[in-house]
T-cell receptor, first 116, second 112 residues
């Protein structure tokens, strides 16, 4: 596609509910990142995929967070048993480069998650 | 891991004046420094980037400078316009796969 697409755009979840956030990156982009952006803060790294391989998940805040990219394109970020502190905008970004090459990210519009 | 600090957190300038945003980074291995602009409720967008083998880069009204020795880099916007009003994030990348660490952001307000 022409850009990075994320869905849903907004999600309200009751505390304890599971949620799944979808990211459809730019076609052909090898790298895919998930970031969490709290209100008034910069994006914080969650996890990185190169094609279908999850090479870095050091930023996932707890074992309630899980991400996958099974076919090297669409990715899903799942949050189990949501807590209020999970409320944030979840940004997906894709990039043309892979290992040892730096290109700027193209971000999606994000999913704003509100846990009530 | 990498730590990126950004100053100031807010900046107000008169239209036509220049704006400067400064960042420092901690990891001497960082070699890629992008800048993103985020308008209210919208996605961050890459506006300019610089690599560690270059000291300065300019694109129309926007310029970035990098001092590797001091681990400082800065964004300069000249002849500011109201549409420049947004939050600007600096970032640094030291990983082999482009993982970037973002600063905390600078809210720029250009007063007409």
């Amino acid at each position: 596609g022409a850009g990075v697409s994320q869905s849903p755009r907004y999600k309200v979840a009751k505390r304890g509910q599971d949620v799944a956030l979808r990211c459809d990156p730019i076609s052909g982009h090898v790298s895919l990142f998930w970031y969490q952006q709290a209100l008034g803060q910069g994006p914080e790294f969650l996890t990185y995929f190169q094609n279908e391989a999850q090479l870095d998940k050091s930023g996932l805040p707890s074992d309630r967070f899980f991400a996958e990219r099974p076919e090297g394109s669409v990715s899903t970020l799942k949050i189990q048993r949501t807590q209020q502190e999970d409320s944030a905008v979840y940004l997906c970004a894709s990039s043309l480069g892979g290992l040892m090459t730096n290109y700027g990210y193209t971000f999606g519009s994000g999913t704003r998650l509100t846990v009530v | 891991g990498e730590n990126v600090e950004q100053h100031p957190s807010t900046l107000s300038v008169q239209e036509g004046d220049s704006a400067v945003i400064k960042c420092t980074y901690s990891d001497s291995a960082s070699n890629y420094f992008p800048w993103y602009k985020q308008e209210l409720g919208k996605r961050p967008q890459l506006i300019i980037d610089i690599r560690s083998n270059v000291g300065e880069k300019k694109d129309q009204r926007i310029a970035v400078t990098l001092n590797k020795t001091a681990k400082h880099f800065s964004l300069h916007i000249t002849e500011t316009q109201p549409e420049d009003s947004a939050v600007y994030f600096c970032a640094a990348s030291s990983g082999g796969y482009q993982k970037v660490t973002f600063g905390t952001g600078t809210k720029l307000q250009v007063i007409p």
